[in-house]
């Protein structure tokens, strides 16, 4: 089945942003692009905007595998699917995995998932704008 990522991309792309050259985010990991990390990330090494273009899309089919195995529903709604893959991107699929907003998606609770998601707003013990903005985000396309 094929499916309509565009609405992730653009959320990724709103939210990690684009950095060419390799730098440590706050929690020390050296990340490139838009929140690239892992292989082929080298200090000092710039990526060219196709190259993060590139890696990003590939990263993506990773989270977007991940979040339909643990909760399958979304794999009929692209938006959904698109809100809950941006999640796992940007938190982890094991933070999916163990949280209320799964189980809140897997019994089709949107009301619940929705809520759920905007708990998801601290960094470092504070609530983050940006990520509240990330959240609300999320939210609108479930």
């Known amino acids: 089945m094929t499916h309509n990522l565009e609405p992730l ?67 009929t709604d692209d938006r959904k699917l698109c809100a809950i893959s941006d999640f796992s991107y940007n938190l982890g699929l094991g933070n999916l995995q163990a949280s209320t907003l799964r189980k809140k998606i897997n ?7 929705k809520l759920e998601l905007l708990k998801w707003t601290r960094g470092g013990g504070k609530i983050l704008p940006g990520l509240v903005r990330r959240r609300i985000a999320e939210a609108e396309l479930i």
């Open 9 to 75: 991309y653009e959320l990724i792309r709103e939210f990690e942003g684009l950095k060419l050259i390799p730098y440590y985010c706050p929690a020390g990991v050296l990340t490139v692009g838009y929140g690239t990390t892992g292989q082929g990330v080298i200090e000092g090494i710039a990526w060219t905007k196709e190259q993060c273009e590139e890696r990003m899309k590939a990263d993506v089919q990773k989270f977007v595998i991940g979040t339909i195995a643990l909760c399958p529903i979304l794999v």
């Open 107 to 113: 019994d089709q609770d949107w009301a619940g998932a």
